[in-house]
């Protein structure tokens, strides 16, 4: 799992392997592994599963394969 800029800042890190059979579960390990304000966060990011795909819901079925990239909402201008 890759996380980019918020994401990566209230996990205090920017890549981990999780094992997980769906993105929900991945997602809900990653929130119990990097706490409360992760968790918060998650609800508005965007959840990408091999960099060229949005995940289809907490449903989407992951491989050993398959790169997770969470992506918090940019601002900017």
């Known amino acids: 799992m890759l996380l980019f800029a ?6 205090g890190v920017s890549h ?9 579960a ?11 304000t992760f968790s918060r966060l998650l609800p508005r990011c965007r959840v990408w ?3 060229d795909e949005p995940a289809d819901g907490s449903d ?6 398959d790169e997770v990239a969470v992506l918090p909402p940019v601002s900017g201008g």
């Open 60 to 65: 989407t079925t992951l491989t050993d394969t």
């Open 26 to 36: 991945l997602l809900d390990a990653a929130a119990a592994r990097y706490g409360e």
């Open 6 to 11: 918020h994401a990566r800042e209230a996990a």
């Open 16 to 24: 981990d392997d999780i094992d997980a059979p769906t993105v929900g």
């Open 49 to 51: 599963v091999n960099g």
